[in-house]
């Protein structure tokens, strides 16, 4: 471990790729069949909703409780959900977003394909 004491993982958090960096590579947010709005569609598992980090982003996400998606993305629980993805906070990062996130390298690395 690194004398920071983060783990050495890459992240490539999709869901905060910047619309101008290689749009493939973005993660759409998703709608629960309960109509909340959460990071992404890997997110929407029974067991990742129960995480207290998801409670938390789950308590101002009802679609039709705000005036606009835009208003739920500036909430602090959005802002410190994005906040630690880009400080590396692994303590409060969701297992789930790790695992789809982690930059990949040699034989683990997604593949791309691009078509003409």
């Given amino acids: 471990m690194p ?9 490539e958090p ?18 629960t ?4 709005l959460i990071p992404c569609c890997w997110l929407d ?3 990742v909703l129960n995480y207290p980090v998801m ?9 039709s409780e705000n005036e606009s998606i835009e208003d739920i993305l500036l909430t602090n629980e959005w802002k410190k ?3 630690n993805l880009t ?6 990062i969701l297992p789930e977003c790790i695992k789809h996130c982690k930059k990949r390298k040699g ?3 997604h593949k791309i394909e691009t078509y003409s």
Wanted: aromatic share 4%; net charge positive; glycine share 4%.
């Fill in 3 to 11: 004398k920071d004491n983060k783990p050495e993982i890459e992240l």
């Fill in 14 to 31: 999709r869901c905060m790729t910047p619309s101008g960096e290689n749009p493939e590579r973005r993660m759409q947010a998703a709608v």
């Fill in 33 to 36: 069949n309960r109509g909340h």
């Fill in 45 to 47: 598992q029974t067991h």
């Fill in 55 to 63: 409670k938390e982003i789950l308590k101002v996400s009802k679609i």
């Fill in 81 to 83: 959900f994005a906040q």
């Fill in 87 to 92: 400080d590396r906070n692994f303590k409060k």
């Fill in 107 to 109: 034989r683990n690395r």
